[in-house]
């Protein structure tokens, strides 16, 4: 695709439900990332992928958050049992290559997760 | 571990104008690279500019130039000529250099407005 496509844009939860979030990256593109982002706070990074080997989930909040990348490409980040804390625009970004870390940083529009 | 502040939640510049971002960070780290990137509304983040730690020059992109002060942990943003379309939030971050998939640390943000 022409970009990292995140869905749904908007997600609204009932406290107590799981939810799930898409991420389509460039295609191509090796390395995944998810951050979370409060309001009128910077995001903060949850977990890195290498194609489909997660390998970094330091920052996942907590074990009701899980992330997968099962064929290398898409990603769904996962929210067991969602709390009003869990409110937040999530972010996927994209790059072509590990190694650099110069490299460019494809991100996605984010999905905005409100937890009612 | 590194951290990124910003001190300035908010700035304003008159269009045309020139306006400066601070951003400092502190980290224990020889090798790494610093990025500002700005979030519009639609909340994709875009980069502006980014600066290898190691290069004693000042990156420029256009209207949008650095002063990186090493020793003082310093990377800040100077806009010139500004322009309505500036108008967003600004994350200075930091990524580490050397290792696969290095996250990027951000700050708090600046949110700029820009008066006609």
């Known amino acids: 695709g022409a970009g990292v496509s995140q869905s749904p844009r908007y997600k609204v939860a009932k406290r107590g439900q799981d939810v799930a979030l898409r991420c389509d990256p460039i295609?191509?593109?090796?390395?995944l990332f998810w951050y979370q982002q409060a309001l009128g706070q910077g995001p903060e990074f949850l977990t890195y992928?290498?194609?489909?080997?997660?390998?970094?989930k330091s920052g996942l909040p907590s074990d009701r958050f899980f992330a997968e990348r099962p064929e290398g490409s898409v990603s769904t980040l996962k929210i067991q049992r969602t709390q009003q804390e869990d409110s937040a625009v999530y972010l996927c970004?994209?790059?072509?290559?590990?190694?650099?870390?110069?490299?460019?940083?494809?991100f996605g529009s984010g999905t905005q997760l409100s937890v009612l | 571990a590194q951290t990124v502040t910003q001190s300035q939640p908010e700035m304003s510049v008159q269009e045309a104008e020139t306006v400066t971002l601070s951003c400092t960070y502190d980290?224990?780290?020889?090798?790494?690279?610093l990025f500002w990137y700005k979030q519009p509304p639609s909340r994709q983040m875009i980069l502006v500019i980014r600066?290898?730690?190691?290069?004693?020059q000042n990156a420029t992109e256009n209207r949008f130039s650095v002063n990186f002060q090493k020793a003082a942990k310093s990377f800040s943003l100077k806009i010139s000529d500004s322009q309505l379309g500036d108008a967003a939030m600004y994350f200075c971050?930091?990524?580490?250099?050397?290792?696969?998939?290095?996250?990027?640390?951000f700050g708090q943000g600046t949110e700029l407005s820009v008066k006609p």
């Open positions: 970004a994209s790059s072509l290559h590990d190694r650099d870390p110069n490299e460019k940083l494809f």
């Open positions: 600066q290898e730690a190691y290069k004693q």
């Open positions: 295609s191509g593109h090796v390395s």
């Open positions: 992928f290498q194609n489909e080997a997660q390998l970094d």
């Open positions: 971050a930091y990524r580490s250099g050397g290792n696969q998939g290095g996250k990027l640390i």
């Open positions: 980290t224990s780290e020889s090798d790494y690279y």
